[in-house]
């Protein structure tokens, strides 16, 4: 089985290329814009949850949330 490496979080560059802020992801999503900050600057995390209502939301894979 094949090991990964999780690296930086792509969040920044995703909400970039979406035209969209982080407040408005916050809403659309349900993550709260505190923790959404915190990936963006990559001081925490996401879980799959926040992971998924956020790929959902930017129309994205989970993988593309974080480069590998």
Same mark, same amino acid.
């Given at each position: /089985?094949?090991?990964?490496? %999780?690296?930086?979080? +792509? #969040?920044? *560059? #995703?909400?970039?290329?979406? @035209? /969209?802020? +982080?407040?408005?992801?916050? %809403?659309?999503?349900?993550?709260? +814009? %505190?923790?959404?900050?915190?990936?963006? @600057? @990559? *001081? +925490?995390? /996401? @879980?799959? =949850?926040?992971? %998924?209502?956020?790929? $959902?939301? #930017? =129309?994205?894979? $989970?993988? =593309?949330?974080?480069?590998?």
């Amino acid at each position: /089985m094949p090991t990964f490496k %999780r690296g930086v979080c +792509q #969040l920044g *560059k #995703l909400l970039d290329k979406s @035209n /969209m802020s +982080q407040s408005e992801l916050a %809403r659309l999503s349900g993550v709260s +814009q %505190r923790s959404i900050s915190h990936y963006v @600057n @990559n *001081k +925490q995390v /996401m @879980n799959i =949850d926040a992971a %998924r209502a956020i790929s $959902l939301v #930017l =129309d994205c894979e $989970l993988t =593309d949330l974080y480069k590998w």
